[in-house]
């Protein structure tokens, strides 16, 4: 089964993005709790959510990604900002429980000139304060390209995080893969799209892969930039995507566009996916 899906404005609700995401031909989505900012969250309201539910049962929907606010950095030098992650953090994962048995995603942070040594074990911290609150959800970190400061540019600096988090039972913590991110960050998903699988098992454990963004890139590979692209039109290529979304060890796992589109272009991108899906 391909469940995917896009980005879509969270502004009306989730029973308006569910009917969004049927009207594109999509069966999961991702969306922010609030503003992608950080500021105040919207409040959940209950019949939204259930109208949301019997659509996602009706059309088969796939598990939903939450995203976290950009401005969320569990590393930060500044302890302000430190303090203000673990508030979002907790607070998302605390809404989350209203749409039960979804998913998280967040990004492992920049350290800002620290060092990784010092950020992981600040990430680890905050994990560990907030993943009490996520008692139906499961927590992903993202893949990221690498720019800047970033952690989490790596398999092995997240098997790291996960290791030292002490909830992290795999259908409780894993990782969520950034096609362009991962691309760009110097693992070559088009030409050793087995060998970058392998290598996830090894170090990772694809047990942890609970989500995909399906991404081409603006950079060339290992750029180590973070510039995402029309599907076909960038670095990775329709060809590589398509043998991608097709590799057995991913089947099952819900993809999401974050392709600069607007709705036509999120629709003709699901079309031209599905239309090359084999199941
Ligand atoms: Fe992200
Ligand atoms: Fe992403
Ligand atoms: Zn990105």
């Known amino acids: 089964m391909l469940y995917l899906g896009c980005h879509l404005s969270s502004s009306a609700g989730f029973k308006a993005m569910a009917e969004t995401a049927v009207k594109l031909n999509a069966n999961t989505f991702q ?5 992608p900012r950080g500021g105040a969250a919207k409040d959940i309201n209950a019949d939204d ?4 539910l019997n659509l996602a049962e009706k059309y088969k929907f796939g598990k939903i990604l939450a995203h976290a606010p950009y401005t969320l950095n569990p590393c930060s030098k500044d302890e302000n900002t430190r303090d203000f992650a673990r508030q979002v953090f907790a607070d998302d994962l605390k ?16 350290h800002v000139g620290q060092g990784v040594e010092v950020a992981i ?16 959800t499961t927590v992903l970190l993202e893949t990221m390209s690498g720019k800047g400061s970033e952690v989490g540019s790596t398999f092995e600096e997240l098997a790291e995080i996960i290791a ?13 893969l950034d096609t362009c991110h991962v ?18 098992d090894k170090v990772i454990g694809l047990n942890r892969l ?39 060890a991913l089947k099952g796992i819900p993809i999401n566009l974050e392709t600069p589109n607007e709705l036509d272009g999120y629709k003709a991108e699901i079309k031209t996916l599905r239309q090359n899906y084999k199941d």
């Open 210 to 248: 609970h989500a995909i963004h399906l991404n081409d890139s603006m950079t060339e590979f290992n750029s180590h930039k973070d510039r995402h692209e029309k599907i076909g039109e960038g670095s990775l290529g329709l060809e590589g995507i398509i043998r991608f979304i097709n590799h057995p």
């Open 49 to 52: 959510v259930r109208a949301f």
């Open 95 to 110: 809404r989350m429980e209203n749409i039960p048995g979804n998913l998280y995603n967040f990004h492992p942070g920049s």
């Open 164 to 176: 030292k988090t002490k909830d992290n039972a795999p259908e409780r913590l894993g990782v969520c």
């Open 31 to 35: 969306f922010f709790l609030r503003n």
């Open 183 to 200: 691309y760009s960050a110097g693992y070559d998903i088009i030409n050793k799209l087995d060998e970058v699988l392998d290598k996830f």
């Open 121 to 136: 074990p600040q990430i680890v911290e905050i994990l560990d304060e907030v993943m009490p609150e996520a008692k139906h």
